[in-house]
């Protein structure tokens, strides 16, 4: 069975400084990851993901993640916060044993202050 | 090039009460997607449907729930009797191919509440 572990419910971070959100991953087969973001009262909306190839992904509004086969991670990263970047953030994950299903992780509170 | 969308946007019922939550997906999707997140957990899959055939539905917690897509278009999500753990978001998605590394575009979700 697949799964995915955020250990942070929350991240806080200074505009303007680095910000990384972690993600882990178990899959029995080749993972396909994903990160989604849900700003308040909105829906889930798509940010990048990783499915072969170079493992530095870049994505919407200058996200980047980094997958780490050996660590089984998928951390996202942004080089300087905007406190518009606050929102819920949702790492996800399938492989072809699951169907089509995504499996996600638990969510992390991303609070950028000014 | 419209987006998932999904009706209502908000809903609250009294327990015992039967709601139906509307999906309209990305046009030309085939595959469209039920999920939910309640209690502030992580989000759920429940079903999926490829056109009007239901591909897997797994997910779906119970027989209270019952998913329609007649016609291969928009989909339909009934609760019936709600029950107050069925407080919650439940977001409906859609993508072009059922291909595990293609991207699952999600709605802006329709929020439950159940009293």
Same mark, same amino acid.
Request: hydrophobic share 35%; net charge neutral; proline share 4%.
């Given at each position: 069975?697949?799964?995915?572990?955020?250990?942070?419910d929350?991240?806080?971070?200074?505009?303007?400084?680095?910000l990384?959100?972690?993600?882990?991953?178990?899959?029995?087969?080749?993972?396909?990851?994903?990160?989604?973001?849900?700003?308040?009262?909105?829906g889930?909306?798509?940010l990048?993901?990783?499915?072969?190839g170079?493992?530095?992904?870049?994505?919407?509004?200058?996200f980047e993640?980094?997958?780490?086969?050996?660590?089984?991670?998928?951390?996202?990263?942004?080089?300087?916060?905007?406190v518009?970047d606050?929102a819920?953030?949702?790492?996800?994950?399938?492989?072809?044993?699951?169907?089509?299903?995504?499996t996600?992780?638990t969510?992390?509170?991303?609070?950028?202050?000014? | 090039?419209? @987006?998932v969308?999904q009706f209502?946007?908000?809903?609250?019922?009294?327990? *015992?009460?039967t709601? +139906? !939550?509307?999906?309209? #997906?990305?046009?030309?999707?085939d595959?469209?997607?039920?999920?939910?997140?309640?209690?502030?957990k992580e989000?759920?899959?429940?079903?999926?449907?490829?056109?009007?055939s239901?591909?897997?539905e797994? @997910?779906?917690?119970?027989?209270r729930?019952?998913?329609?897509?007649?016609? *291969?278009?928009?989909? +339909? !999500?009934?609760?019936? #009797?709600?029950?107050?753990?069925?407080?919650?978001?439940?977001?409906?998605?859609?993508?072009?191919?059922?291909?595990?590394?293609?991207?699952?575009?999600?709605?802006?979700?329709?929020?439950?509440?159940?009293?």
């Amino acid at each position: 069975a697949q799964s995915v572990a955020q250990p942070e419910d929350q991240v806080n971070v200074a505009e303007g400084n680095p910000l990384t959100v972690k993600c882990t991953y178990s899959v029995s087969g080749n993972p396909y990851l994903f990160w989604y973001v849900q700003y308040p009262n909105r829906g889930l909306q798509f940010l990048l993901k990783y499915i072969t190839g170079d493992n530095l992904v870049k994505g919407s509004y200058g996200f980047e993640a980094e997958f780490n086969k050996s660590q089984t991670s998928f951390h996202l990263k942004k080089p300087s916060a905007l406190v518009s970047d606050s929102a819920l953030y949702f790492c996800a994950v399938r492989d072809e044993s699951s169907g089509d299903k995504l499996t996600f992780g638990t969510g992390t509170r991303l609070a950028v202050r000014p | 090039e419209a @987006g998932v969308t999904q009706f209502p946007s908000h809903s609250v019922i009294e327990k *015992g009460q039967t709601v +139906t !939550l509307r999906c309209d #997906p990305i046009s030309g999707h085939d595959n469209l997607y039920w999920y939910r997140r309640v209690m502030g957990k992580e989000i759920k899959f429940l079903l999926h449907f490829v056109k009007e055939s239901k591909q897997d539905e797994s @997910g779906m917690p119970n027989n209270r729930f019952l998913a329609e897509r007649t016609g *291969g278009t928009y989909s +339909t !999500l009934k609760v019936q #009797p709600a029950e107050l753990e069925d407080s919650g978001v439940y977001f409906c998605a859609s993508s072009q191919v059922a291909f595990s590394g293609n991207t699952i575009y999600f709605g802006e979700g329709s929020w439950l509440t159940v009293v």
